[in-house]
Structures are given as C-alpha cells and as structure tokens.
C-alpha cells in the first residue's frame, strides 16, 4: 500500500501539471488520453485515502441543543402554589435547578429536558456523555452558593415522545435504572457547567432494542438545593446541550482470574487476563509499574504481593477497556506465642508449654522435635523443645522454647488500670471529689438510667442568623437537639461552638410554616452558641430551641423522623417509638399563637415573633409504641410540625481493667494459693450488700486464669474484696499484661469502679 501510494502522488504531480499548461497545443493528442489514466488513477487514490480516513476513525462526538421552548419543562414540586404540584411549565426564562421559591413558588420541582435527532447508532459504545448549563443569576431566595444535590436520569424508551400540558408529565415517565448523582459548587453568571459523566444513562439507552440513530432522548434532573441557568425561551443559542462521545468500535471484554497468596507477606499472586472483542492487537498497561510509552507490560501478572491491580487494555483501532482484579492473602501472617512453665524443683518433670497460634488460616498442625503432635506439652523436664506449626494453607512457623528449673518463692502484687497508666491515685481513685488525675467506669448496672433532660435554651430572631447560647452539663452519654421554627427560608448550616450539627429532617406547609430538627451526638461540655444560618434573613420570625439529654444511645440516638404539616386548628403527628424512649417534637405555627399542648406533652419551649410566625414550640413526652404529639393553637393557619424518638443508652453491666506496665518475666501461679483481688467502688445509686452479686475474671489473653464470686463489701473504706485458689500451678508469659473483667448482674443497683489492684501470691 505504501509503494502505491508513492506512485498515485508521483501520478497527482503530473496530473496537476498537465492541467495549469497555458496552451490548447500543449495538451493535444496523446495528452488527453494521459489526463484520462492520470484522472482514473486520482479518484482511485483518492477512494484509497476515504477509505483509509473511515477505518480509523472510531470516536465520534455530537452535540445537541434543545430544539425548541417545549423541550425544556420544569414539573412543579408539592410546595408550589403557581400551578400546584405537578403542573407543566413551558415558558420559563430560565431553568431552576430545582428549588424554586420565588414569588410565586414553583417549590422543589422536577427538570426535563428533550434533544432530538440524536445520530447515535444502536449499541454503540459509548465512551463520554455529560450536559451543559450556561448559569444566569439566581431569583431570591434562590442562590447558585448553597448546597445542592441533583440526580440525573433519563426515560427508560426507544424513542421519547414531545412533553405535553397532562400534570406529572415528566415525572410520570419511566426512568432508566442508571442515574447520575451531581452536587454542583457555586456558580459563576455567564459559565458553561458540565455535569459528572452521564455515560451509563446514554449506554442503557443505545442497547435498548428499539434504539434507533436519529431518536430523541428524555433526561429528568431532581434533588434539591437551587443551581439557576438558561432556557431555551431565555437565550436559546445558551440552552442547555447534550454531548455524546461515542465509538462504533467493537467493545474489548475482559476477565481476570486471581491467584491468591496462601501465606500472609508472601509474593506468589498471579492475575491471568482474558481478552475477546476490540479490533487487531492488543497493548497491556499494568498499574503495579507506572505508565509507559510504548506500553509493554505482558498480558498476565505473575509473583505478585497482595493488592489491587488495574490494567488498560488497547486495541488497534485505540479502544480502550480497564478491569481491577485484587489479590488477597490471610489477614496475619502465622505467629505463636510460646508460654513455658518451670519445673518446680530440680531434676522434676512437671515442665510444660502452652501454644497460643495468632493469624494464618486455621485449622493448624504441630510436629515436636521428638514427634509429639499436640499443640500444648505437659510433664516435661528441663530443657530446649522445639515445634513447626502448620496451618490449612501450608505456612509454617517454628517456635524453639526453653524449659527451665523454677526458683521464684517471692510475692507478687499486681496493680490494673482503666486508661491512664500508672497516673492514678494507688490509696483511693473511686474517693470523691474525683480529681484530674483519677480514671474511674462508666455506671455498672443491668437496666437502662433513663434519658434526663439537662438543659433547654430558645431564643428568637428576624435577621440571619439566629443566635442561642446554651450550656451543656458533663452528664454521659450526651445529645443535644434543635428545633427551628420559620415561615420558608433556607436553613444553610446550624452550628454549636462553630461545630456543624447534622439535619435530622424537615418540612413545609404551602411556603408559610417551615420546621427543622438538628442533632449533635456527645456535644462538648460547657456553654457555647448554637448559630442558625439561613439563605436570606427570617424577616417573618424565627424560634430557635436548643435542649440537651443525658442517658443517650450514642450509636444510634434517634428512631425515624416523622413530620406532618397542614392547615387546621389542630396540628398533630403520630411518632414510632418504644416503651423506654423519650419522644420529642417542634411546631410552627403561622399567624396564630400556641395555646396548649396534647396529655402527657412537657413544654419546652413556647415563642412568639413579630413576623408572621406566630407559634414556635418543642415538648417531650415519654415514649410507647406510638405516640401522638398535638398542640391547641388559637385559630385555623398553615402549620408544620416534626417530631423523631430518642432511645435511651443501654446498660454497662462490665469493665474491664489491664495491667501496665506489662510481666517483663513469667510468672507462676501457685495451686493452693490464696489469690486476692481489691476494687474500690463508688455507689451511685441502690445499696451495695457486704456480699454482692459482682463476679471477678481474671485472665491473660484468651487464658482464665481464675473466676472469682461472693465477695464481700466494706462500705467504710469503699473496698470490695474477692478471693479464691487454683487447683493447679499456671504460667503467665513475659510482656502479656493480666487482665480482671469484673460483672454487674444485680438488678437496681448502680456504682463506678475506680481501680482494681490485684494481689497475687505464689508460692
């Protein structure tokens, strides 16, 4: 092809000399017979050239705008009052994106948007796909700063038909089951913004059955927040546009078959790659060495540590296609612990070794030098054993221990803390007044303490934002909600001590009375502001009520929001909850004032403000398996109210204390020998018996060493004392710290435990 190409252009360069010769004469006789050949080898070359260009060109690129004002709508969202929830909007200046509470309020509505005449053939490959917005300035309240979190979809159909004037015409159409999600940062008037990569969506389309080039799409933008950009009635040379990257390549598919590593740290993965589609041959680009030019990499990985692994492949025609394939091993690698016991006296034979096998894959085999097979060895005398371990996979580990002739007749005491190392008072660290220095449990008790309300602070304002210094006791297991009551602007952020809260939910009725509860989980101690931001100042009046509990879930602290909003006199909601919870709600109510509350509610707040909210309140009322929340207002008027229960923190019924520093020698717990363990305690609540029902477990590791119970109680010094004795000698290893689990199974009694300190006596 190359020597034939050389010949056509040395054939053009005649040709073209021919043509420009000034004279008929010239060009006369056999000269037009040359033109011919020469004409007849041009369009050949030519032919050879086009076809050449349509072989390698594989990606192709259109764009789309709206066609025309009725192929960008905007659905009406529920608080919208221009043409009520559902209405189809065709003639919009702009597109809202998708709050829309200008006067008058479209509310959160739903964007639609249809391109036609789409060249894209059926299964195509799709390789890029976004749209454009070119943003105006947004219509107050509305903004382009604040938060916003869209989803894209498109109508799951062949071909999309126009929108029509039917409520819910957009938002009754079915939806591909591939979506975008989209939170846009601020924009700037007069910029293009592209959303995030709508391949996906096009892709579900084009492999439909019924696809054919030249149809129409359907996308539906949904979410909330507000973005502000131009319509096709706007500026229709600035509406909205469709960009499709597409490739009539075959498309390359890939396979990946793994290799494990069977022994933790080792590097024997393999990843063998499958490879079918695509056009001609194929280059390999591992991500395990970086990229190259040209790629080089081979096809297959082999001697590879654990990890992820990504690989591009390319083809002729430069399709490309990427797969990750991990490698995984055992957790940890294989390790032991060997703890070898003395024998007692010189020439004895009551030595022994305990095995204790950390990571590897179980199950695991010992081979002792000698031949024994038992993981653990007993009667032993004097000496150096050694044993390989071998787990499920193969791994092997080897231990050598040593066992020597045990000479150690002293005393051991033994002091274990909760957390703060050896900082703590050793006389009394449960004594009140509990100091800095002093590390004592939470509340040891079966049942729930129950939730306590420690603190409630409101406030109001008509400018943003709205203000409430509160203070938090140090109570445990905190939560701290807040209520706030307004007629229909944005709540942006609410914060206490400068610390975002998080939005537990909200409501409206009909733009005229707006309800939001935040939550912060063990808020800090001491007194901060709770700042209530909004998109523009609440010039009708806002209540803000700040109220912090105490006896809290910390995991999960609220069971689900519930909220209602109408306009009646008689504002209610019903919350799920249990019997132990406490139920807490906020009102908003607009125009009139709040006059009373439902049987059983606590007031916590009840405001009034010279705008137009007239009503702004928050009650708890003890939990049950549903709960009503009402309120009495003074007249009939739009209202909202939301309410969620809280559960209450479950019960602490053991502690755990550890010694430090750790053994630096093992030490030999005699048989027959008295073991004590001392705990001072603080009783909070019930009278602690001189004999209670509080068990001690002392261990190391995995290992009971002894479970002691029937202690007794000494309510003069606050000690509580267990003893007790093994019935056979036990070993602990160097560096294991011992460990004593103490248990609270006795009903209605409620206490703290400073420190353990344990006295164990060898013999």
Request: charged share 10%; proline share 5%; glycine share 10%.
């Amino acid at each position: 092809m190359m020597t034939l190409r050389i010949n056509y252009k040395k054939r053009e360069k005649d040709f073209l000399r021919l043509l420009t010769q000034k004279t008929v004469r010239e060009t006369a006789g056999n000269s037009f017979k040359e033109i011919s050949e020469l004409l007849k080898s041009t369009i050949l070359l030519i032919l050879l050239v086009f076809s050449t260009n349509v072989l390698n060109s594989q990606t192709i690129t259109i764009t789309k705008s709206i066609a025309t004002g009725n192929d960008d709508v905007e659905e009406e969202g529920p608080e919208g009052v221009f043409g009520g929830q559902g209405y189809m909007y065709f003639i919009s200046s702009d597109i809202e994106l998708v709050a829309d509470f200008e006067p008058t309020s479209c509310g959160t509505q739903k964007i639609g948007l249809r391109f036609t005449g789409l060249t894209v053939p059926k299964n195509a490959t799709i390789i890029n796909a976004y749209l454009t917005f070119n943003a105006i300035p947004a219509d107050s309240p509305n903004t382009n700063t604040g938060t916003t979190n869209l989803t894209i979809k498109a109508q799951a159909t062949d071909n999309a038909t126009a929108f029509t004037s039917t409520y819910y015409n957009l938002s009754s159409r079915s939806t591909t089951t591939a979506s975008t999600a989209w939170s846009p940062g601020s924009w700037t008037s007069g910029v293009n913004y592209n959303s995030p990569s709508i391949t996906s969506i096009i892709q579900e389309i084009v492999n439909r059955s019924g696809w054919a080039s030249g149809n129409a799409m359907v996308f539906s933008i949904t979410g909330t927040g507000s973005r502000s950009a131009n319509s096709y009635n706007g500026n229709s040379t600035l509406a909205p546009k469709l960009t499709i990257v597409y490739s009539t390549s075959p498309p390359i598919n890939l396979s990946t078959s793994v290799t494990n590593i069977l022994c933790n740290g080792n590097s024997t993965g393999a990843i063998n790659l499958s490879v079918s589609g695509g056009t001609g041959s194929f280059t390999y680009d591992w991500s395990n060495d970086g990229p190259e030019t040209p790629d080089n990499d081979p096809q297959n990985l082999s001697g590879m540590a654990a990890g992820s692994y990504v690989v591009t492949v390319t083809d002729a025609a430069g399709t490309t296609a990427t797969a990750t394939a991990t490698i995984t091993q055992p957790t940890t690698q294989l390790t032991y612990v060997a703890m070898a016991t003395n024998v007692s006296s010189p020439g004895g034979s009551n030595g022994a070794i305990d095995m204790e096998i950390k990571g590897g894959t179980p199950s695991y085999s010992y081979l002792w030098n000698g031949g024994a097979t038992t993981q653990n060895r007993t009667n032993l005398t004097a000496g150096n054993y050694t044993v390989t371990i071998t787990d499920a996979n193969g791994c092997t580990a080897v231990s050598m221990s040593t066992v020597g002739t045990n000479s150690n007749t002293s005393i051991a005491n033994k002091q274990l803390y909760l957390s703060e190392g050896q900082l703590l008072d050793r006389i009394n660290p449960g004594a009140t007044p509990l100091d800095n220095s002093t590390s004592v449990t939470s509340p040891l008790s079966t049942a729930p303490s129950g939730i306590v309300v420690d603190a409630v602070t409101s406030g109001t304002g008509l400018t943003s934002p709205v203000t409430v210094s509160h203070t938090t006791s140090s109570n445990s297991n905190r939560l701290m909600l807040v209520g706030v009551s307004q007629k229909n602007r944005v709540v942006t952020s609410v914060t206490y001590g400068g610390v975002a809260m998080t939005l537990v939910g909200e409501n409206i009725s009909n733009g005229n009375a707006k309800v939001h509860i935040y939550k912060m989980v063990n808020p800090p101690t001491g007194t901060a502001n709770v700042v209530v931001n909004f998109d523009a100042a609440p010039d009708k009046g806002a209540v803000v009520g700040v109220i912090t509990y105490s006896g809290v879930d910390q995991t999960s602290p609220l069971g689900t929001f519930n909220s209602a909003s109408n306009t009646s006199s008689s504002p209610s909601i019903t919350v799920s909850s249990t019997t132990g919870d406490l139920v807490f709600d906020v009102m908003t109510m607009r125009s009139k004032t709040l006059d009373g509350l439902g049987s059983g509610q606590t007031q916590r707040w009840n405001l009034t403000t010279s705008g137009e909210i007239k009503g702004g309140g928050g009650s708890t009322k003890a939990g049950a398996s549903s709960v009503t929340m009402s309120w009495t207002p003074s007249g009939s008027a739009d209202w909202a109210q939301a309410g969620v229960s809280i559960k209450p923190a479950a019960s602490v019924t053991n502690v755990t204390f550890t010694e430090s520093p750790v053994l630096c020698s093992a030490l030999t717990v005699k048989a027959n020998t008295t073991i004590t363990v001392q705990a001072y305690i603080n009783t909070i609540s019930g009278t602690m018996p001189s004999n209670p029902n509080i068990t001690a477990l002392i261990k190391y590791g995995a290992t009971t060493i002894l479970s002691l119970t029937n202690p007794t109680y000494n309510s003069g010094t606050g000690m509580i004392t267990w003893t007790g004795t093994r019935g056979s000698d036990m070993t602990v290893p160097p560096d294991r710290p011992l460990h004593c689990k103490s248990r609270q199974p006795s009903q209605g009694l409620l206490f703290r435990s400073g420190m353990t300190v344990r006295h164990i006596h060898p013999k």
